[in-house]
T-cell receptor
Framework: GNSVTQMEGPVTLSEEAFLTINCTYTATGYPSLFWYVQYPGEGLQLLLKATKADDKGSNKGFEATYRKETTSFHLEKGSVQVSDSAVYFCALSGGARIQGAQKLVFGQGTRLTINP | DGGITQSPKYLFRKEGQNVTLSCEQNLNHDAMYWYRQDPGQGLRLIYYSQIVNDFQKGDIAEGYSVSREKKESFPLTVTSAQKNPTAFYLC?????????FGSGTRLTVV
């Protein structure tokens, strides 16, 4: 079945540092890939997505490129801020359809803390 | 504004009791989902529904039940058969390739 693997956290960086959170996936077909962000005590917010190979999703300074050859969707940001502190989830949906329904499959999440 | 409302935000349950978590949406989305979140384990799918009066088990359905009598509503019941119900529960909807999440309910067994 489909699966997503994220780099283990927690990750702690200083403000203005460069961020990379690794994400690799296993899926049949051509899934869509997502990054979600969760702030303390809240639900998930879509950060960015990519629906086909070589697509680059971007939002709020974050970027991720859909790499089919390496089955990866790494999240990057050039200069992080304290307000970026949150839990980040990589996820996929689609590919081979199971029972006609698309289901979102998540990685385990990476907790990011940015120190001033 | 369209969105998903989950209530209550915090819920406490005594062991052996059933409890129902509410999820209401006004997005007019057909598909709805329930996820469970535990620390360090990401989100796991409990149940999902593609249309009214139809729902399917997810990866961890044991000890849970759902209903989908209206398009807007997808309540989740945590039964006494669920051995470790303390967790954060998230409801989501989908249209096309876009998913929207509610703000979650934190359930604690006391």
């Amino acid at each position: 079945g489909n699966s997503v693997t994220q780099m283990e956290g927690p990750v702690t960086l200083s403000e203005e540092a460069f961020l990379t959170i690794n994400c690799t996936y296993t899926a049949t077909g051509y899934p869509s890939l997502f990054w979600y962000v969760q702030y303390p005590g809240e639900g998930l917010q879509l950060l960015l997505k990519a629906t086909k190979a070589d697509d680059k999703g971007s939002n709020k300074g974050f970027e991720a490129t859909y790499r089919k050859e390496t089955t990866s969707f790494h999240l990057e940001k050039g200069s992080v801020q304290v307000s970026d502190s949150a839990v980040y989830f990589c996820a996929l949906s689609g590919g081979a359809r199971i029972q006609g329904a698309q289901k979102l499959v998540f990685g385990q999440g990476t907790r990011l803390t940015i120190n001033p | 504004d369209g969105g998903i409302t989950q209530s209550p935000k915090y819920l406490f349950r005594k062991e052996g009791q059933n409890v129902t978590l509410s999820c209401e949406q006004n997005l007019n989305h057909d598909a709805m989902y329930w996820y469970r979140q535990d620390p360090g384990q990401g989100l796991r799918l409990i149940y999902y529904s593609q249309i009214v009066n139809d729902f399917q088990k997810g990866d961890i359905a044991e000890g849970y039940s759902v209903s989908r009598e209206k398009k807007e509503s997808f309540p989740l019941t945590v039964t006494s058969a669920q051995k470790n119900p303390t967790a954060f529960y998230l409801c989501a909807t989908r249209t096309g390739n876009g998913y929207t999440f509610g703000s979650g309910t934190r359930l604690t067994v006391v």
